[in-house]
């Protein structure tokens, strides 16, 4: 059961990062077509949109879940997955990779 979420947990991580990706870059290209100077996100600001698709995407995982003993080992799996070494740097990549581009 631990591996399923794992596997959840990842791929939900991703997604999260493809979309406050895809959020910023929308917003840099509305910028420039209206003329103004966009300055490149923070790292507090990219983690701050991060989190909460994060949150929103965990909640929606959670709500398939029936029992509260799941709910409870789901949960330590997310906290747990949030503090690895591999997603923070993967979160911190992601970010400077955002940066390069503007």
Same mark, same amino acid.
């Given at each position: 059961m631990q591996y399923e979420f794992e596997e959840n947990i990842d791929r939900s991580i991703h997604k999260a990062v493809r %979309?406050?990706?895809r959020a910023f870059k929308e917003r840099r290209k509305l910028a420039?077509?209206?003329g103004s100077q966009q300055m490149p996100p %923070?790292?507090?600001e990219f983690t701050m949109v991060l989190d909460e698709i994060m949150e929103s995407n965990k909640r929606n995982?959670?709500?398939r879940l029936r029992t509260p003993s799941l709910r409870e080992l789901f949960e330590r799996a997310w906290a747990q997955k949030l503090r690895n070494y591999a997603t923070q740097?993967?979160?911190?990549d992601a970010y400077e990779g955002l940066i390069r581009r503007y």
């Open positions: %979309t406050a990706l420039q077509e209206s %923070t790292y507090q995982d959670m709500n740097k993967e979160l911190r």
